[in-house]
């Protein structure tokens, strides 16, 4: 058996995180926070990583970096979406910070690799896609039937399994 710990994170602030060990396995939302954003003219907010909860996350289950690697989706980018791109990327760049100052190895993930191991073939659409993934992430890890049914889809789960099962 091994005691490779993996880290499925789904990049965003409206993903997930899922952690794999040889033991069990947790799931969480990313823990982020509602800020005013900069402009002058009417409020704005949009929401940020939690840093600090992100890390604490990562430290209350107690990860060896010498055992843990980390799986990120890629983030979301698109022109014609520049807000939703910009926060996709903002969090990305706090993600990689943390997972830097915890000293775990990381590689990304690309969301047709992980799907095309855990998903059925020939789905078509997110919302197609997201159910999917929740109905899977159920099947898989029913401990966790209630996260995956409040957040919508297991994806954070998913990517952690996948990496599991390329022995990465």
Not at 47 to 64: A, I, P, Q, S
Not at 97 to 120: H, N, V
């Amino acid at each position: 058996m091994s005691n490779r710990v993996y880290i499925g994170i789904d990049n965003g602030v409206s993903g997930t995180i899922g952690i794999i060990t040889p033991e069990c396995s947790y799931f969480y939302e990313t823990p982020v926070y509602r800020d005013l954003d900069f402009h002058k003219t009417r409020p704005k907010y949009l929401n940020r990583l939690d840093f600090d909860k992100f890390k604490g996350l990562l430290t209350d289950v107690y990860l060896d970096p010498f055992v843990t690697i980390a799986l990120l989706e890629r983030p979301y980018s698109n022109a014609t979406r520049y807000t939703a791109s910009t926060n996709a990327l903002r969090c990305w760049e706090a993600t990689l910070i943390a997972l830097k100052q915890l000293g775990f190895k990381r590689d990304y993930a690309d969301s047709k690799g992980w799907q095309g191991m855990l998903l059925p073939k020939g789905i078509k659409g997110s919302d197609a896609q997201k159910e999917a993934s929740r109905q899977v992430g159920l099947r898989l890890f029913p401990e966790h039937a209630k996260m995956i049914n409040k957040h919508k889809d297991a994806d954070g789960l998913l990517i952690a399994e996948w990496a599991k099962r390329s022995n990465l």
